[in-house]
């Protein structure tokens, strides 16, 4: 389970997360969705803290941290709850310098201290999974965007963290790369792998997850089943934004 | 014509000696050190506290700013005033160094500086340290993008190292003055010794080659912004 309670995030004089609550319960996926700007990326950062909040607690499973202005969490604090998420960023961020499985087992050997033998074994299976073990050798620059977002995915999923956090997985990629990427996403899903994603996907979104968190200025406006709120959002913002969202897709070639 | 033959054929082995044991070892000896203060110098500058990424300023400020063969001069015969007295190898040895380290310093700070912050996020969310980050994921495609200028860097200093020959170590170019001296054939021992300093460059542009090739194996740089 993960819980966020009260997380506020400040930016100097900018307050981007206002007192953000959120809860994950195993197994679930949950979709931030919100205009431009509301604080989805910020608050995914928040749980792997690559931003430190500025206060609130973070739980992740067993693993708690509470954060108090001017307080500075240690690396140790820091390494336990980093180590049990996973992250895929929008724009891949493959360490193009290694190939594919490398890029997987990079995790394992370096962090885990696995033999390369095993570490490699362990990345293949992940390979096979999204569907790139045929390229397990290339080197991430002469894969196309779909595939190298599935190599990443891999890599993220290597340590076999409690959850797996995606920034837009899907929004760099045009409609045809970017339903391979939605298909493991959905295995995954299926398997019971939790996941926090923030994404304007409409596709991705409705498919996958089972909640959904509309975050805009840094509030939680509504949170609610992803059927329910897609369909029947209560508050008047949410419709709105999600009648934009709509109407996008139709006019892309997206839903 | 002949004679100007005799003479190169003659001169030739002590030339390629004092380059042997001198030109080469004092290049390669300040280049690795160079690089070595260089690379610490970057760190601190890009990471470390402020007080002593002011003193790594003010080092490279200095040292870019005054001639080489000033720095060289006050090292030999100006801290002996000091009670400091070296000899003149290692006295250039140390000119050297500190002149590589700030040069790739500079470098250094920029290539690291190159790789998009994307990379050191994709390290930490697996799990990196800082270290582990730098050691595996930044400093390697930060030494790409490094050969073409750092191969610059020890190409000058080859090169350079012919200042040596002013606070009187026997290297190349000061074996060649001392041919002069008692030949009187100037233009053929100078045109000899710049050859060799021709090959040995010529030695380091092929390794910048090879190493490039190395290094470019990876493909292009992925389009990883912001
Ligand atoms: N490092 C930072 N320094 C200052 N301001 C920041 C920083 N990171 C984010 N912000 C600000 O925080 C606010 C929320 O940004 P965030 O990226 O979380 O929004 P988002 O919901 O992910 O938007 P998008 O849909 O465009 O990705 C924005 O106003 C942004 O400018
Ligand atoms: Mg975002």
Redo the contacts between chains.
């Keep these: 389970m993960i819980r966020l309670s009260n997380i506020e995030k400040r930016f100097g004089e900018l307050t981007v997360l206002k007192g953000v609550s959120v809860t994950v319960a195993e197994g679930r996926v949950t979709a931030l969705i919100g205009p431009s700007g509301g604080g989805k990326s910020t608050l995914l950062r928040c749980i792997?803290l690559?931003e430190i909040p500025t206060s609130g607690t973070v739980r992740i499973g067993e693993e708690e941290l509470s954060f108090q202005p001017g307080g500075k969490p240690t690396?140790k604090d820091i390494?336990r709850l980093?180590?049990q998420?996973?992250?895929v960023?929008?724009?891949?961020?493959?360490?193009?310098?290694?190939t594919a499985v490398e890029n997987v087992m990079?995790?394992l050997v370096?962090?885990?201290k696995w033999p390369a033998e095993k570490a490699r074994e362990r990345a293949m299976a992940l390979l096979h999974k999204v569907g790139m073990a045929h390229k397990a050798d290339a080197?991430?620059?002469?894969l196309s965007g779909g595939q190298?977002q599935r190599v990443a995915i891999a890599?993220?999923l290597?340590?076999s963290p409690r959850v797996l956090l995606c920034d837009e997985p899907t929004s760099a990629l045009d409609p045809e790369l970017s339903g391979e990427v939605v298909e493991v996403l959905g295995t995954l899903a299926a398997e019971g792998t939790t996941m926090v994603m923030a994404t304007h996907d409409l596709r991705l979104a409705s498919r996958i997850a089972h909640e959904v968190v509309f975050l805009d200025g840094g509030e939680v406006v509504e949170t609610g089943p992803s059927r329910e709120l897609f369909t029947h959002p209560k508050r008047e913002r949410t419709q709105r934004f999600i009648a934009t969202l709509t109407q996008q897709g139709q006019q892309g070639e997206g839903v | 014509m002949l004679h100007w033959l005799t003479l190169m054929a003659d001169s030739l082995p002590s030339l390629l000696w004092a380059a042997l044991v001198f030109t080469v070892p004092l290049t390669l000896a300040s280049f690795a050190l160079g690089l070595t203060v260089g690379l610490v110098a970057a760190v601190v500058r890009l990471f470390g506290p402020a007080p002593l990424a002011a003193v790594v300023r003010f080092y490279v400020w200095i040292i870019r700013g005054t001639p080489l063969l000033v720095q060289l001069f006050l090292i030999f015969y100006g801290l002996p005033s000091v009670g400091i007295v070296l000899d003149a190898f290692p006295a250039a040895l140390i000119g050297f160094t500190l002149n590589v380290g700030a040069y790739t310093s500079e470098i250094i700070r920029a290539v690291i500086g190159s790789v998009p912050k994307g990379q050191w996020e994709a390290a930490y969310s697996i799990g990196m340290s800082w270290s582990q980050a730098m050691r595996r994921t930044i400093l390697p495609q930060a030494a790409r993008v490094a050969v073409p200028p750092l191969s610059n860097t020890f190409i000058s200093l080859v090169k350079d190292t012919s200042l040596a020959a002013a606070i009187t170590v026997p290297e190349l170019f000061q074996a060649a003055q001392r041919i002069v001296a008692t030949s009187y054939e100037p233009l053929i021992l100078y045109v000899e010794a710049a050859l060799i300093y021709l090959a040995l460059s010529s030695i380091l542009s092929a390794l910048q080659v090879r190493l490039e090739r190395r290094f470019g194996q990876y493909g292009g740089f992925l389009e990883a912004k912001s």
């Design positions: 792997n690559l690396w390494q980093r180590g998420t996973g992250m960023f929008q724009n891949f961020q493959l360490f193009p310098h290694r990079e995790g370096t962090v885990q080197w991430p620059a002469t190298q890599r993220a290597a340590p």
